[in-house]
């Protein structure tokens, strides 16, 4: 299981050093760190260059250091502060909308990343040089951080099944199948982090399907329309390989929970 954990570490930083290098190709925040609310800081090139290059750093840390548990907190606590201050406050108080789901994607994504962070942090061993004794108690947040995004992305699939069957290779017969089937995957998948249940199994299981999604989805995807949406798509590839990433560590992590003695 050590070698998830590895693995693990280098698909996630791979995927926070990928947004950096995005925000420094585009010049502005990638709309899943900060949304077009703020205008003045979305569209700041120095701050996206300095944010940008923040991430990268942090990545290249998660990657190559063994003593990386200090940049993955500072790094989760300060996606979870730009979530709460800029998506949250966007969604709730500047868009005029009724309540959309779909709308709290890159939020929810946030989130998550965020969440990936505190299970990187737990998943390094504390060192007398950290000052942070307590990152390891990060995990079940980092935990049911990412379960809560998986469990309403496959809600989002019943909600929006026209636009998620078009997503689908065209190669794959059964759109609304495989629809269906991811919904009640990442539902079930979501409910398992958040609870615990089967907690290395069901880690492991959603880490192969992510990548898997990663492999015939979205990297086709990003070749097809490398530019569309500012490299949306681009975007989308760095996420779901991080998010492998975050269940391979999870996984690891779970077998080496004590049993508690019957």
């Not at 996630?12 to 760190?33: D, H, K, S, T």
């Not at 026209?162 to 997503?167: D, G, K, M, Q, R």
């Not at 398992?192 to 999604?213: D, E, G, N, P, S």
Request: charged share 10%; aromatic share 16%; proline share 5%.
């Amino acid at each position: 299981m050590d070698n998830f954990t590895r693995l693990g570490r280098i698909f996630f930083g791979i995927c926070l050093a990928g947004l950096g290098i995005q925000q420094f190709q585009y010049g502005e925040f990638r709309p899943v760190i900060v949304p077009d609310w703020p205008a003045w800081l979305h569209n700041s090139s120095v701050a996206a260059y300095i944010f940008g290059a923040f991430l990268v750093v942090a990545g290249f840390i998660i990657v190559l250091s063994s003593k990386a548990r200090n940049t993955a907190v500072a790094t989760g606590l300060v996606l979870f502060i730009f979530f709460l201050c800029f998506h949250v406050v966007n969604q709730l108080f500047i868009i005029p909308y009724q309540f959309h789901l779909g709308l709290w994607t890159d939020p929810l994504k946030e989130l998550a990343l965020a969440g990936g962070c505190f299970v990187m942090a737990a998943s390094f061993a504390p060192s007398s040089k950290d000052g942070l004794p307590y990152a390891g108690k990060l995990a079940p947040v980092g935990r049911i951080f990412f379960g809560l995004m998986l469990a309403l992305f496959g809600i989002d699939h019943f909600l929006y099944p026209e636009f998620v069957a078009a997503l689908v290779p065209s190669w794959i017969p059964g759109k609304l199948f495989w629809t269906y089937f991811g919904a009640l995957a990442l539902i079930g998948g979501g409910l398992a982090m958040i609870l615990k249940f089967k907690l290395r199994q069901t880690a492991l299981l959603l880490a192969i399907m992510l990548f898997i999604w990663f492999i015939i989805l979205h990297i086709p995807r990003a070749i097809a329309d490398p530019a569309g949406s500012k490299g949306n798509e681009i975007t989308s590839v760095f996420e779901a390989l991080g998010f492998s990433g975050i269940s391979l560590v999870i996984a690891a992590m779970a077998t080496h929970i004590p049993r508690k003695k019957s």
